[in-house]
Structure formats: structure tokens, C-alpha cells
């Protein structure tokens, strides 16, 4: 499926559903790759990293890094899951090396993203996370096109 097929927007009913999508767009990445999620407390945004880290051949269970701030995980390319929630913004992402994470030969996957507005740059993809009921979900889904890598 090309770029330009995939739904803007997509809806989830479950966590499972919610996995399946994340697979689904593993499939768009490449290294160098950055993948920009946001969306409140418990909006599925590990739960769509679980998805693409499956797609990317991670066998290793993947969990939040709201504490050890990056995990890296081994499938087909390096997966670095980086979540920013407890950082401080872009000075903290630099002293912690993030630069060198993204611009790297890895796949970048990071939550709460929008505190580092000056790190990233534009060409990533962009996953906008709404919760809409119990389990339900709502992607919206941005820059698939340009999801090929960063360089």
C-alpha cells in the first residue's frame, strides 16, 4: 500500500486494533525514521509502539520508558523508544543525546513529542492521539510520505 492510500484518519476499538495499526505503519518507516506521537495520559501511545516494534521484527516486550526516558530494542533496524513526558524540553533532549538517536540509522518512536519543538525535524510522521470513548481511539495520521527516513 503506498503512501498516499493510507487513511488520513483511523479509527480503534481495542487495544488489539490499536496494535495492528502500529504494525501497519512499521511497514511506511525506514532507518532514520521518526515517528511523532501525542496524545493524553493512557491515549494508546505505547500501545501503537507495541504495534510497530512487532512490525519491525522486536521480539523483545516493549514497555514505557517514562523512566529510563529511551529504550532500545533490536528487530530489523534499531527501535529507539523514546518518551519525553518527564524532560524539560529541548536542552534536556540534547544533554541526553537524543540528536544523535534520531539522525541515527535507527527507527525513532517518541512520545509526547511536543516538548521538544525545536528537536525534531519536519520530515517525520506524525500520529495525533484522541481518545473518543472507553477503548476507542482516533490516529490522525500525517506525513506518511515523507516517513522514509530523515535524511
Known amino acids: 500500500m503506498a503512501a498516499a492510500d493510507f487513511p488520513a484518519e483511523f479509527s480503534s476499538d481495542s487495544p488489539e486494533e490499536t496494535i495492528a495499526l502500529g504494525e501497519r505503519l512499521?511497514?511506511?518507516?525506514?532507518?532514520?525514521s521518526i515517528v511523532?506521537?501525542?496524545g493524553g495520559l493512557g491515549a494508546g501511545k505505547t500501545c501503537l509502539t507495541k504495534g510497530i516494534a512487532r512490525g519491525l521484527g522486536v521480539?523483545?516486550?516493549l514497555t514505557s520508558p517514562t523512566y529510563?526516558?529511551?529504550?532500545?530494542y533490536r528487530g530489523?533496524?534499531?527501535?529507539?523508544?523514546?518518551?519525553?513526558?518527564?524532560?524539560?524540553?529541548?536542552?534536556?533532549?540534547?544533554?541526553?543525546?537524543?540528536?544523535e538517536l534520531i539522525h541515527g540509522e535507527g527507527i525513532s518512536v517518541i512520545e509526547w513529542s511536543e516538548r521538544l519543538p525545536h528537536s525534531l525535524p519536519r520530515n517525520l510522521m506524525s500520529v495525533e492521539i484522541t481518545i473518543t470513548g472507553d477503548q476507542r481511539r482516533l490516529f490522525k495520521i500525517s506525513g506518511m510520505?515523507?516517513?522514509?527516513?530523515n535524511v
Not at 512499521?26 to 532514520?32: H, M
Not at 529510563?68 to 532500545?72: A, G, L, M, Q, Y
Open 26 to 32: 512499521a511497514g511506511f518507516l525506514r532507518p532514520g
Open 36 to 38: 511523532a506521537l501525542r
Open 59 to 61: 521480539e523483545e516486550t
Open 68 to 72: 529510563t526516558i529511551v529504550s532500545e
Open 76 to 99: 530489523r533496524v534499531p527501535l529507539y523508544h523514546i518518551d519525553a513526558y518527564r524532560l524539560e524540553g529541548d536542552e534536556d533532549f540534547e544533554n541526553l543525546g537524543g540528536p
Open 145 to 149: 510520505e515523507q516517513a522514509g527516513g
